[in-house]
């Protein structure tokens, strides 16, 4: 497994941006495929964006032109850039890897994950 540590999040008003980090140990993180998913409070946790080991993105209709996930290989370091943030936005964002295959919806298919990130947006 992979340990790993989220930063970034914070208070932003609606129509704001914010950039998470997702911090990555090891030597190894470039076999990882990544994703970042949210959970609110009262809600379960959901998928919001992956990223395949070669860069290829998927994301979550309501994020989708929005968000944008990335990868720095180099530096150990998965990014959301998130856009046009609205307060439905508001969650805590959770980073997460794994090195096998799986459903990329599916939290349960995920090895590692971090302490997560609290966004909020004002309206």
């Known amino acids: 497994q992979v340990h790993l540590v989220e930063s970034g999040g914070g208070l932003v008003q609606a129509g704001g941006s914010l950039r998470l980090s997702c911090a990555a140990s090891?030597?190894?993180?470039?076999?990882?495929?990544m994703a970042w998913f949210r959970q609110a409070p009262g809600k379960e946790r959901e998928f919001v964006a992956f990223?395949?080991?070669?860069?290829?993105?998927y994301y979550t209709v309501s994020v989708t032109g929005r968000f944008t996930i990335s990868r720095d290989n180099a530096k150990n370091t998965m990014y959301l850039q998130m856009n046009s943030l609205k307060p439905e936005d508001t969650a805590v964002y959770y980073c997460?890897?794994?090195?096998?295959?799986?459903?990329?919806?599916?939290?349960?298919?995920?090895?590692?994950w971090g302490q997560g990130t609290q966004v909020t947006v004002s309206s």
């Open positions: 090891g030597h190894t993180f470039s076999t990882y495929a």
């Open positions: 997460t890897a794994r090195a096998r295959t799986g459903l990329i919806r599916d939290a349960a298919s995920f090895d590692s």
């Open positions: 990223i395949t080991q070669n860069g290829g993105t």
